[in-house]
């Protein structure tokens, strides 16, 4: 018998024990009144003694249908008690056995599980081992990525420094030019030289924009690389 179905009986066989003893009470009240009754009409015959010892009686039979009633109101409370109470008992029984069921299926499980686990932290070993070669193959591209950019910087600087003697070249074309033109208006004879040298002068540039194109091309291909 399980824990809820002792205390409901165990309080029904409080109460009965109770109202046994309030039933002798009574019954020996019930006996002593109506003996006493008895004994006055005997001896004086008085009335009032009479019809007191009757009254008694009568409001001792009502509280006996009183008593009695009350406990069948009680016991009946406590079969629907010892009702619910076996109810409870077997739903958990009922639960009790679902859950031996489920242990059962799960420990079944739990070794296929276990099984699983192992074959991660064997592919978990392996991806740490990964990630290290990874971050290894990192710092070398970072440290290539830094030459890169020193690299990168000083053709940078050459670019700045060929721009530097370009419009220099520049310069001296434009003022040769000016020259040419000057020594053309002074003196016929030098046109002749004049053009010449105008075309050297527009070959030189040509050179040097050139020479200009393919240098960019070079540090523009040495950064793309």
């Not at 009470?25 to 006996?31: A, G, I």
């Not at 009183?66 to 016991?75: N, T, V, Y």
């Not at 208006?185 to 040097?208: D, F, G, P, R």
């Amino acid at each position: 018998m399980s824990v809820t179905m002792i205390e409901p009986a165990l309080d029904a066989d409080r109460h009965a024990e109770n109202v046994r003893k309030r039933m002798e009470v009574l019954s020996v009240r019930f006996r002593g009144a109506a003996g006493g009754s008895d004994a006055e009409s005997d001896e004086g015959g008085a009335n009032s003694e009479r019809e007191f010892g009757v009254t008694r009686i009568c409001e001792m039979q009502r509280e006996m249908i009183e008593l009695k009633q009350k406990i069948a109101d009680d016991s009946q409370q406590w079969q629907r008690e010892k009702q619910k109470s076996m109810d409870t008992e077997r739903a958990l029984e009922a639960k009790v056995a679902s859950l031996a069921a489920y242990l059962k299926r799960f420990e079944g499980e739990a070794f296929w599980v276990t099984m699983e686990l192992d074959l991660w932290k064997e592919e978990v070993f392996d991806s740490d081992r990964l990630v290290d070669e990874l971050k290894a193959e990192i710092g070398r591209q970072s440290l290539e990525l830094k030459d890169s950019a020193q690299v990168t910087e000083r053709l940078r600087r050459e670019l700045e420094a060929t721009k530097e003697e370009v419009n220099g070249v520049k310069g001296l074309l434009q003022e040769s030019c000016a020259l040419a033109m000057r020594l053309s208006m002074s003196n016929e004879a030098l046109v002749t030289k004049n053009h010449q040298l105008e075309q050297m002068t527009i070959h030189s540039y040509e050179a040097v924009e050139r020479y200009t194109t393919q240098l960019l091309g070079t540090l523009f291909n040495s950064i793309a690389h």
